[in-house]
C-alpha cells in the first residue's frame, strides 16, 4: 500500500528521489542516469554540482573538468559522472539534468564522505600467481562489491559477487567472510596497474572505489621465469 502511495507521489513531481551514497577521501564515485525518457531525445545535459554546473558539451566521449568526468553517451542513452579523486569539498547533491524545460528533469543524488579509502601497494611477479585481497568495513558488506582495473578515467570491471560467476580468464574469486580474495595467474606485465575494490548498486547507477590497490609486475631472477 504504502509502495503504491509512493509510487502516485513520485509520478506526480515528475523527478527521480534522492538518492543518498557514500564516498570516501581519495577514491572515486561514479554516477549514472539513465535518460528519464528513452524516446526523447536530448541536447542539452549538465550536472550541477554543490559548487558549479558543468555542462557536456560532446556525446560520446569523456569529458573532464577539474575533478569531474562527464560522460553523454546518446545511443545508450545515459549521462555518467565520476568525480575522481574524491575530496571533502565535493559532498553534497549532485543534479544530473536533461533538457532545458523548466522543472528540468533530472535525478538528484546525495554524495555523503565516509572517511578515506584504503591504498595498498604489492609486487607480483611474472609467470607466477598473485592475489589481491578485498577487505570491506562492516559499512559496506550488505553492498555489492566488485574488483575493477583502472583504465584511463574510468575503473573495468574484473568480477563481482552479484554474480555466481567467480571466474573470468586468468582471474578467479574467493569470498572471505569481510569480502573476498581476486587471484591472478600467469601474471604477466599487462597485469600491473591499478585495482580498486568497489561497491555498486546493481544497476550500476552508483559506484565507488574504498581500497586501491597499486600492483607492480617484477620479473623474477631465478631461472624458472625465463620460460613465460
Ligand atoms: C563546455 O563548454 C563550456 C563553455 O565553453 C565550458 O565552460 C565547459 O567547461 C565545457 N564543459 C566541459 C565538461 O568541458
Ligand atoms: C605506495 O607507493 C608509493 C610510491 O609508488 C608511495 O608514495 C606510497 O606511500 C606507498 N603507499 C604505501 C601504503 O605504502
Ligand atoms: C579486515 O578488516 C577488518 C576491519 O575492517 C580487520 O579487523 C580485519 O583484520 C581485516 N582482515 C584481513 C584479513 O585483513
Ligand atoms: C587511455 O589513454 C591512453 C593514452 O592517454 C590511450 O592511448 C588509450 O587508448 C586510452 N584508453 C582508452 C580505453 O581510452
Not at 564515485?29 to 526523447?40: A, D, L, N, R
Amino acid at each position: 500500500m504504502k509502495s503504491i502511495f509512493l509510487l502516485i507521489v513520485s509520478l506526480m513531481t515528475g523527478t527521480e528521489s534522492l538518492t543518498e551514497v557514500n564516498a570516501c577521501w581519495e577514491g572515486w564515485v561514479e554516477i549514472t542516469s539513465k535518460y528519464p525518457h528513452e524516446e526523447k531525445i536530448y541536447d542539452k545535459v549538465q550536472v550541477v554540482s554543490p559548487a558549479n554546473t558543468i555542462q557536456s558539451n560532446q556525446t560520446g566521449k569523456w569529458e573532464k573538468s577539474d575533478q569531474f568526468y562527464l560522460y553523454h553517451d546518446t545511443v545508450q542513452k545515459y549521462l555518467r559522472l565520476i568525480i575522481q579523486p574524491f575530496k571533502s569539498k565535493d559532498c553534497g547533491t549532485y543534479s544530473l539534468k536533461f533538457g532545458q524545460t523548466t522543472p528540468a528533469e533530472k535525478r538528484e543524488v546525495k554524495i555523503v564522505e565516509k572517511n578515506y579509502c584504503t591504498t595498498i601497494n604489492q609486487t607480483a611477479y611474472r609467470a607466477a600467481k598473485t592475489s589481491i585481497r578485498c577487505n570491506y568495513s562492516d559499512l559496506d558488506q550488505s553492498k555489492i562489491k566488485f574488483i575493477c582495473k583502472a583504465d584511463n578515467y574510468t575503473c573495468k570491471e574484473i568480477l563481482t559477487t552479484q554474480l555466481s560467476k567467480r571466474s573470468k580468464g586468468k582471474f578467479s574469486l574467493t569470498d572471505i567472510s569481510s569480502g573476498f580474495d581476486l587471484s591472478i595467474r600467469q601474471v604477466s606485465l599487462n597485469d600491473a596497474g591499478v585495482y580498486w575494490c568497489g561497491v555498486k548498486e546493481k544497476d550500476d547507477s552508483y559506484r565507488a572505489g574504498i581500497t586501491k590497490i597499486q600492483l607492480k609486475v617484477k620479473s623474477k631472477s631465478f631461472a624458472s621465469s625465463v620460460f613465460q
